[in-house]
């Protein structure tokens, strides 16, 4: 029996990866922050969006301390803001791309907040030490379809699964595309616009190059009203981050397709060895049975696959 050599699918990959690379160079800047952190980065912001998540009406702005850790960096930008307020520690996120590993990127962010907040004499007292209750909320704005809403479960990513896990950690996930949680939008005018601007910008990409769509995006927007006043104060520096946070974001797609990709040759590589196996264990009459993904697991476990 003849089988396809597989290192030449791979060393195809390596090559594709390595033309892509060129193509699409990652933007070199020397800061890491993004537009939507750039927007939450006051007080009176960030209050607005936590009564919009919690459907509150605090006002007392004071009462409210920015905690935002300023060496917390994902996929090279610095894209949280968090804040303690009535004895909560939040944590917002904004993503454009689809990660169900967010509660474990919460999990090392958080620790190292409870870090700074507790002294490590303390954990010996016989006294409970009391600490914020940490809450965490992404808003997701990617092209990828994703329901109105999502919870995603550190225990999700537990290697061996527990009915009760010692360990949980919850990240909901809001999608803000158009259509989608417009309670939680109208509630926070700020994160409403924020969505507003993104949408022209995915909208004009679809005809123009990235410059220019960020560009009339802006443009458009100063004339709607929409972020009118931040987009005239710091309109550079808004352009600079959006084209890079657009280039970031097409990366992340590019590394997803290529995983993907690597994961097929991988099974593919796989299996064409059992085959060999197979073939010369004499046991080719069993092929229809590997259709079964039970038996099929079984022979991978007999051979040590």
């Known amino acids: ?33 993004t537009v939507f952190r750039m927007l939450f980065r006051e007080k009176s912001a960030l209050l607005s969006l936590y009564n919009a998540v919690n459907k509150t009406n ?35 996120e904004h993503q454009s791309t689809v990660n169900p590993n967010m509660p474990l990127h919460d999990l090392l962010y958080v620790a190292g907040q409870l870090q700074k907040l507790v002294s490590e004499k303390n954990l010996y007292h016989s006294k409970s ?25 550190l225990s999700d990513l537990f290697q061996k699964k527990t009915e009760y896990p010692e360990l949980e950690l919850i990240v909901t996930v809001y999608n803000i595309n158009p259509g989608m949680n417009e309670e939680l939008l109208e ?16 909208e004009n990409r679809k005809t123009m190059d990235l410059r220019l769509a960020v560009n009339q995006a802006v443009e458009d927007c100063i004339r709607d009203g929409i972020l009118a006043d931040f987009l005239k104060a710091q309109r550079a520096e808004v352009i600079a981050m959006s084209i890079f946070e657009y280039d970031q974001e097409k990366h992340m797609k590019l590394i997803e397709e290529d995983a993907r990709e690597e994961g097929r040759i991988k099974e593919q590589d796989r299996m064409l060895t ?14 229809i049975k590997l259709q079964d993904k039970n038996f099929l697991n079984e022979m991978y476990t007999k051979y040590n696959l």
Not at 70 to 91: H, I, P, R
Not at 141 to 153: A, D, F, I, K, L
Not at 187 to 202: G, N, S, W
Request: charged content about 25%; hydrophobic content about 35%.
């Open 1 to 33: 029996m003849d089988y396809t050599n597989v290192t030449s699918t791979e060393d195809k990959l390596t090559e594709q990866k390595a033309i892509r690379n060129n193509i699409m160079p990652m933007a070199e800047r020397n800061y890491k922050d």
């Open 58 to 92: 605090f006002t007392n702005v004071d009462d409210l301390e920015i905690t935002t850790l300023e060496n917390a960096v994902y996929m090279g930008m610095k894209n949280d803001v968090s804040c303690m307020f009535a004895f909560e520690l939040s944590l917002y």
């Open 129 to 153: 030490i009391h600490i914020p209750t940490p809450r965490f909320a992404v808003f997701y704005n990617g092209s990828t379809q994703m329901p109105e809403r999502t919870e995603y479960r």
């Open 187 to 202: 509630a926070c005018h700020l994160l409403k616009e924020y969505m507003l601007f993104t949408t022209k910008i995915r």
């Open 274 to 287: 059992l085959l060999k196996y197979m073939e010369n264990n004499n046991e080719l009459h069993l092929l």
